[in-house]
Structure formats: C-alpha cells, structure tokens
C-alpha cells in the first residue's frame, strides 16, 4: 500500500487561514504562501502573534541557549533604521575602541568584532532583518554575528566623534517623527546638524529594538543596556540611565553572571567565559559611575561577586589567557589584609594584574567616598579632629587610598615612561583612566577640610589636606591633558566630571588670601603667593578648555562648563548659605543636580546655570586671556556662608589681600 507524503504544517499560520479558523499547510517556511493560498490565488502573509512570539522564544531553555553560545531570536519587524555603509561602520567602531571601550565597556572582543563586520556575513543595509529571520543561519554568539542592539549601542556612543556621521544623522530630532527621519547629508546647508544628534538616532532604534525584550535577559542585551546607561546619563536623561543599570544588573544576575560556579559558566572556549566575566564587571563599573552621588543606590555589592579579575588586555585580545586568575575575594584581601607588608612583597602576591583590576577596587572606594561626601562628610564627626581618628571615615579612606596607590604595579606608575609605553601598546586610556579615578578620589577626600579653621585641626591637617588635593588636581589635569593631546582619551561622562572638578576646585583654592597661606601653608611672602596662583591658574584654564571641547558632544559636559564658568562669576559674591549649598552641591554629585534643575527649569537658582552658550564662551575667554583678571571675592563672605557646611569656627577672620 502507497504511504501518503505527510503535509508539512507551517509554525505560524497564515491571516487568511487564521481568521478563518483552517488549517494551513505549506513547506516549513513562512517565506512561501500556504497551499490553500496558493491554490486559490490568494496574498498570503504571515504575522506573528504576540503568543507565537512568547512560544518561540522560550520553547528551548534559555541555560541550553547560552551552552551552546545562543541567545533568544524573536521575531522582530524591521525597525527602519539606516546603518551606515560598511567602511563608515568599521571608522565608527573604531572610534569606539578609540574613546569609550578602555573606559568601562571592556566587553568586547575586538579582533572577532572587526573580523565580522569586515566579513562578507556583515550587510549594512538587511543586516537587523537578516538577524531577527528565524530561518536565518547561525550560529548567534558573543564572537561571532553580534546583536543588533550592540551595535546600535556602539553607535550611540561613537557616531557623535564621526563627521560624516553627523552630516548624516545629525538632524535628526526625536519629537518629530523619528520613524519617517531619513538620514541624508543633502538637506540643505540651513539645516542644523548636531553631534548629539546624531547619536540620538542609533539610541533611539536601539531602545525600540529593546522595549520588548527586557524580560528575556541575554549577555549581550546586558552589554547594550549597559552601553545605552552612559549616553544617557550624557544626555542628560537620568532617570533612564539609572533604569537601565539597573536592568542590566538584574539581568546579569538572572543568567549567574555573578558566580563562576553557575551554568552560564559552563564553557570550554575561555575567551567566551572571559567576555561574560567582563560583561558583568562593565555593568558594575557603570553602576558605580552612575550611583555615586547624594541619595543613589548602587545596584551591585561586590562582596555578591564571585568570580575571576579581568585579564590583561593583551592576555584577552590574543585569546591567551591564563587560569586560574584571581577572584574579586582574593585580590581585595591581599590588598587589605595584607598592608602591613612592605608595597614589594605585596605586589609579588598580584601576578599579571590590569589596570582594571585597579579601577574596580578604586571605583569601590570612590562610590563609598562619594556617598559620605554628599550626605555627611566631615560635618558627620562632632569636632573636626575627629578626622584623624583612625577609626574615621576620612582616616579609613585615606589608608585605602593610599594601600592602592602603593601597590600599584612598577609598570603601571604613572611617569613618562609608563605613558609612552602604554601609549605604543594602545592601553594608555585605561591607564589614564584608572590614574585619573585615584586623583578624582583624593580630591573629593582632602578638599572637605579646606574650608575649615586650621586651628580647630590637629597640627598639620589642613596643610597636608590642602597639599594632596593640589598635587591631585595637578596630576589630573596633566595626565588628561597629554592623553587627549594625542587623542587618547576616553571621552565619557564621568572623565567629563573628573575635569569639571579639577577646574571648580582650582577656582575655589583661588579664593584663599595670603595671610590664610602664609600662616598655614608653603607660602613665604606675596611673590611665592602670586607663582602658586597663577599655576593654579593654568589648572583652571586646561580644565575648561577641554570641557568647552567636549560640550559639544556631550551635553552634561556641556552643564559642568556653563556651571564652571558661573561658579568662577558667583564665587565674587557669595554671601548666604543657600547659595553655597547649591555650588556645593553641583561639586559634589555626578549629575543629581540635573535631576533638580530639569524638575524645576524656571526656577531663580538655575536661570542664571542656562546663559547662552555665546555669551558663556566670551566669559571663559575672558577669564582665560587676561593675566591680570582674578578673582575678588569678599572672603569673609565666602568663609561665613559656608560656615554650616564646613564647621568653620565663629573666631576665624580672615582679611582679604588680592
């Protein structure tokens, strides 16, 4: 007896079919119509439902998925976007590496990321479709064939530093039909183009891409959140900056990002563990970034972290890594528990450490720093003495600070010959980087006592406070300045807000009158007064010039200039505590104030933070041009409408000598 051919019935059926309540057979493909169509001439067509959409992703287990270097692929519908040409895209990441990766988002692979998009496999133009077609080959891995929101990620972040990126992109505006925005470099020479913009737009598809997959976690979602997190928070949009970290977190702890021994970690290709402990360690990175300030929660503990330190960056480009490598446990507890030895033989325990490593233990140290400036600082201890204690929390802090300085590894010191080293390696930006966070720390840690009365500290405490935040600044500003010099700088929010606070911390030691240093600091007579001034100077003058630089792509950069520069008018007359609070409170936070100021845009005390940028420019020129222009402060002024948040004592009267 002759077997009849099974029919092949299709995953989805077709509208006809399905609004009719028939059964649709056709070949397997939703590519072809069904038979019944065919048969009858019909437009077949197929589309999802949102139950489809919810069974074909979940029917295989997502822990299978990521053993196999698989993440979800729903069927997703083409979003419009416009990716650029293919030689344009490779400039555009590039840029990436060049300004952003050695910063916090030390996840991907560079040689597999370039390898692919410079492959045949890459078509900019079906690129997203040809990713989200579930009959579209494999295999889909954190190496090879990268989600589409990674990319758009990439972008957000890079096409701002791209000129023909911004030709192209550059007008669009997202409250004007975005989805119709059709990218062009012929618009018309009235058209205004911007950096931002341009940088929106990738953004934008990116979060539309995402929206209805944040509760389908994968490695490399994690990675686009946590991308999408810092320009955001460039942006100026907090709220979602802060959201999207904390999405990012849960996620990764969902998948066991957190612990070696869980079954995301059940690999045997090492550079793929090592891109999901990277992975987890960037998300952490940017948690802390964004959580350190006045009433803001990180989102990771790293006593929940257990897993290994990242590798070097040459071990993890080369694919050579070595095993086993530290934990987080391991490292902190050589660190801390071991200080009583000598910074050698501490060192000798710290085998082929990176500078990330650093970075992630002086980020845990600035997060808690930043927290205790923002809510209490030295106005938490009774008496400023107290600050000598050593069981206080500035005295606590400076032992951390200066165990991690210590036993910082000899080829990672920072000197000329480090730099030009790491420089002709390519990992000069993660040096800077680390280097740079270790100064913003003992800046935030020492100025809080500059504005106290010397006399209620013990014998040399406002001295050696005055000295270290001064060597601080100097040191930053020096280091930022040589990176970016030769265009080796990683240009984010956060460097943005270690400058910002290099220049308003000059600004403020400029208030300080000759009879305050000569009495309590290297000051011998009004010559050595004014050479110490105008060095100080310079410090204020680099500061600016580079955040006026990055304003134009970074709009939170933007608000620090315009706040420096109005920081450096106001300081001539501060004359009440409100007025200190809120220039205190600009120094201190890393962008709550934007938070407030969006909240209340009309207000009196953020008119004055929203001059014209023309005008702002003119001023800072001014500042930065004539030698003889400094600042004249009332300091009576300034000491007596701190005096609530500096404990300054009601005997100090210092007399002005500008």
Sequence with gaps: MKTEKKLKRTFLACDICRSKKLKCINNGSTKEPCHRCNRLSHECSYTPTQSHLR???????????????????????S???????????LEVVELFFSHQYQGVFLFLHRPSLLAFIKSSEFNPSTYIDDYYNPDSPGPYHLLHRPDPVVLLAIFALSARFHPSMVSSYGAFDQSQDPDLFTPSSSNGSGVFRSPVHA?????????????????????????????????????????????????????????????????????????ITEVKRRTLWAVYLQDRCISSGRNRSSCIKIEDIHIEMPAT??????????????????????????????PTGVQDHLPNVSTYCFTIFLFEVWASLARWVGESGPRSNNLPTSSSGSSSKFSETDKKLDILES??????????????????????????????????????????????????????????????????????TKLISAAESINMMVIAPFTGFELFTNAATSLYFLTSPLSLLKKNYEVQNKAAYQSLKSEVKTYVKTNIELLKKWSSVWPITSSWFLWTLDLQTSLKSFSTDEQGIMFRNLMIDYGTTIVAEEANENSSATSSLSEQSNQSTQHFQNLVSAEDNVLTPDINNIVLGWRELFDVGPDLQLQSEW
């Excluded at 069974?55 to 519908?77: C, E, G, L, M, T």
């Excluded at 979003?79 to 895209?89: A, F, G």
Aim: glycine share 2%; aromatic share 12%.
């Design 55 to 77: 069974k074909h992703v979940n029917k295989d287990n997502w822990a299978s998925k990521q053993s196999d270097y698989k993440v979800s692929k729903p069927i997703v519908p």
């Design 79 to 89: 979003r419009q976007v416009v990716i650029p040409e293919k030689d344009v895209v």
């Design 199 to 271: 940088s929106e737009y990738f953004a934008y598809h990116a979060r539309k891409l995402l929206q209805p997959l944040f509760d389908r976690p994968s490695i490399q979602r994690i990675q686009a959140l946590t991308m999408l997190s810092s320009h955001d928070w460039g942006e100026r949009n907090v709220a979602r900056a802060f959201i999207y970290v904390g999405l990012a977190c849960r996620m990764a702890f969902i998948l066991g990002l957190n612990d070696s021994t869980s079954l995301c970690y059940n690999e045997t290709n090492p550079l």
């Design 313 to 342: 960056e040459a071990e993890f480009v080369l694919g050579k890594l070595s095993s086993p490598r530290l934990t987080c446990q391991e490292f902190q507890s050589i660190l801390f528990e071991s200080h009583g030895s000598s």
């Design 407 to 476: 036993t910082i590894p000899v080829h990672l010191y920072n000197n000329t010959v480090n730099f030009q080293n790491q420089a002709s390696e390519g990992t000069l930006m993660s040096f800077v980087y680390m280097h740079a966070l270790l100064y913003l720390s003992r800046i935030f840690l020492h100025r809080e006592y500059f504005f106290i009365n010397p006399e209620t500290l013990p014998a040399n405490q406002w001295y050696n406070a005055t000295r270290k935040f001064l060597q601080s600044v100097e040191r930053s």
